[in-house]
Nanobody
């Protein structure tokens, strides 16, 4: 079992930056993948970025060059550095973790990111 607590959302002007964090507790050494999805009102949930337990990262095209995902040495906390934010980045961002040998994902509570023009 894994519990995820995410933080770092807020209100920022276009062009600004935020850093999201996602702290995992529990069976942290079973985590093979962590990342964020986001969902705006009336939109489908979409993958933003993900990172594996060996540090391989992937990004959605709409954030490449602006966002960076990382994790600490203990691999129990993931970070999403978001730079050059745009109003269209406004959404609720949900951290997730995937454990080995299961298809069940664990989810954080979500954090609101609002980018003003």
């Amino acid at each position: 079992q894994v519990q995820l607590v995410e933080s770092g959302g807020g209100l920022v002007q276009a062009g600004g930056s935020l850093r999201l964090s996602c702290a995992a507790t529990g069976n942290i050494f079973s985590i093979v993948n962590m990342g964020w999805y986001r969902q705006a009102p009336g939109k489908q949930r979409e993958l933003v970025a993900a990172i594996t337990n060996i540090g391989s990262a992937n990004y959605a095209d709409f954030v490449k060059g602006r966002f960076t995902i990382s994790r600490d040495n203990a691999k129990n906390t993931a970070y999403l550095q978001m730079n050059s934010l745009k109003p269209e980045d406004t959404a609720v961002y949900y951290c997730y973790a995937k454990l080995r040998f299961t298809t069940n994902d664990y989810w954080g509570q979500g954090t609101q990111v609002t980018v003003s023009s």
